[in-house]
T-cell receptor, first 108, second 114 residues
Framework: QQPVQSPQAVILREGEDAVINCSSS?????VHWYRQKHGEAPVFLMI?????EQKGHDKISASFNEKKQQSSLYLTASQLSYSGTYFC?????????FGAGTILRVKS | DTEVTQTPKHLVMGMTNKKSLKCEQH?????MYWYKQKAKKPPELMFV???????INESVPSRFSPECPNSSLLNLHLHALQPEDSALYLC?????????????FGEGSRLTVL
């Protein structure tokens, strides 16, 4: 069963912040985040393995709330290079299933 | 070398053709994957090889046939495809067993079936 991402799309101006959410109706054991730019391969951002874990890289960070069965990806002071489609992935029966994606567009 | 290399980048084939997609990695990764991605959709898992053995087949039609000749190579043999099989086919690898960490994706092979 596919995790649910929200919003489906978001448009930002450079410097603005965004939050992308990923939720599941089933228990979450880990959450993976990837970004795919148009015409390119998906690129790994981070994995969160424990409930309550938070990770960050540069101005992109994520949290994992095991009880609420959700994860959020935070993009701070967005840059043009952040544009792309963001996918969360959750483990289902030893497979990784991706959400439908959130399209992020950063405008100058 | 931190790349997953896929060839060809583009492929056009007729419904009666036989062709193959190739994927190569030299990072010593022990799991390799084939994904299919349609426009504006997430990657959809097709096959997983873990330690050179097929560990997951997501009920993919037999017109798609995977092969893992060695730990660095992964092929996808295509035969009698349908127009709806047109998509971006992504190969990925990961360091240890299936889905135990980061997936490294190749840039994909864009397939058009006429």
């Amino acid at each position: 069963q596919q995790p649910v991402q929200s919003p489906q799309a978001v448009i930002l101006r450079e410097g603005e912040d965004a939050v992308i959410n990923c939720s599941s109706s089933k228990a979450l054991y880990s959450v993976h985040w990837y970004r795919q730019k148009h015409g390119e391969a998906p690129v790994f951002l981070m994995i969160l393995l424990k409930g309550g874990e938070q990770k960050g890289h540069d101005k992109i960070s994520a949290s994992f709330n095991e009880k609420k069965q959700q994860s959020s990806l935070y993009l701070t002071a967005s840059q043009l290079s952040y544009s792309g489609t963001y996918f969360c992935g959750t483990e289902r029966g030893n497979k990784l299933v991706f959400g439908a994606g959130t399209i992020l567009r950063v405008k100058s | 070398d931190t790349e997953v290399t896929q060839t060809p980048k583009h492929l056009v084939m007729g419904m009666t053709n036989k062709k193959s997609l190739k994927c190569e990695q030299h990072m010593g990764h022990r799991a390799m994957y084939w994904y299919k991605q349609k426009a504006k959709k997430p990657p959809e898992l097709m096959f997983v090889y873990s330690y050179e053995k097929l560990s997951i087949n997501e009920s993919v039609p037999s017109r798609f046939s995977p092969e893992c000749p060695n730990s660095s190579l992964l092929n996808l043999h295509l035969h009698a495809l349908q127009p709806e099989d047109s998509a971006l086919y992504l190969c990925a690898s990961s360091p240890r067993g299936a889905f135990t960490g980061e997936l490294f994706f190749g840039e994909g092979s864009r397939l058009t079936v006429l």
